[in-house]
């Protein structure tokens, strides 16, 4: 077991750029299923969710290995096995394999999906989307039974803008005859993300990034090369610890209009962003300005997966910042580790009052899910005095070595074993 060691008060600077997206990643690497040719997906980061989904495709009988920061997938043979608790209750994103193996071999078995505890994140859109194309589904004692036998291609009008639920029903309807047209489909980069990589394959996906998404079935995809998107939330991250810190940095190889709904709440924290091709510099002179309200929603509105971020950036602020949380309601967890530190929060269910303090101090933390990690390395860089933050096995599920790239921008932050 490993913690992170950190000596905050120093303000960031520098230049950092961004690792490939996690959240890209994983549905293209479910994606490889749906042909029996090689994929290489180029700069695929190391991270502990990337390793949970290889365990699971060689438990279908892929190969999947790395040479260097490629990765290598092959699925020319994919056995039907049960894919039990022990891999999927490591992921929730396990869930939207369902849809490629439907496509490819019309059975699927998979055991409820996990991850991190923020929220019920009922796969019931999953399900209900599947039998809209007439999967046949059944739970036996939690195993989730899929019988694609007479699976055809459908419209499917979703309730939410799921991108799981989005992800998998783009897989599911890549190989059917017909169309398939997803009504209410989630407009996350990622989405365009893993439409491309279908059509890289020979696939015929429009509509990605807008609300409708068709997809026309083909007889077969064939392999490719392929390189995801840069992560989004990863850059938000970094973005928001300089601002927490009162630094000035430039933060490299991103798509800035995906930051969008990041960067404008960051101005509002009083922050000066310069916006240039695949970059953004940020400047933030001393405590950041608190945000009067700060509401999570899906894209292009502010994601829910930087609201722990921006609440520990705000616990240093100037002011008093109400965030109100519309996706997760179990995501304030983290909080009582900020208290920790000397924050000043109040939580009642989906709403958290951040009363800005001057200054934070050092503390023993533990991150107890991958977002609220992020928030303690943010507020433990901002704090005085040292901090030590366990639980870094769930930083580890979407940040690749936290600890290197906010050293390259002057943080002093290193990663030790427990003893």
Known sequence: ???????????????????????????IIAACILTEEPIVIEKCPHLKDIDAMINIMRHLGC???????????????????VINADLTGKLRSSIFILGSILSRCRKAYISHPGGCE?????????????????????????????????????VINLDFASVGATENLMMAGALLD???????????PEIVDLANFINAMGGNVSGAGGSIIRVRGVKKLHGCTYKPMPDRICAGTFLAAVAATGGCATVKDIVPEHLFGITERLKKAGAKLTVRNGSVRICADGRPKAIHKLETNVYPAFP????????????????????????????????????????????KDRIAVVAGVPRLHGAAVKACDLRGGAALVIAALAAEGKTEIYGVEHIDRGYESIEQPFAELGGNIVRTEIE
Do not use: W
């Open 178 to 188: 017909g169309e398939t047209v997803i009504v209410n489909a989630a407009r996350e």
């Open 1 to 27: 077991m490993q913690k992170l060691i950190v000596q905050g008060g120093m303000p960031l600077g520098g230049e950092i750029s961004v690792q490939t997206a996690k959240n890209a990643a994983l549905p």
């Open 304 to 347: 829910t997966d930087m609201q722990p971020q921006f609440c520990a950036m705000l616990s240093h602020a100037t002011g008093s910042s109400v965030i109100v949380e519309n996706l997760f309601e179990n995501r304030f967890g983290y909080t009582t580790e900020l208290v920790k530190m000397g924050a000043n929060i109040t939580v």
């Open 63 to 81: 190969s999947a290995a790395f040479d260097g920061d490629n990765l290598h997938v092959c699925c020319r043979d994919v056995s039907l096995n």
């Open 118 to 154: 923020i929220g019920l994140r009922p796969i019931d859109l999953h399900i209900s989307g599947l039998k809209g194309l007439s999967v046949k589904i059944e739970d036996d004692g939690g195993v989730i039974c899929c019988d694609g036998g007479d699976m055809k291609s459908g």
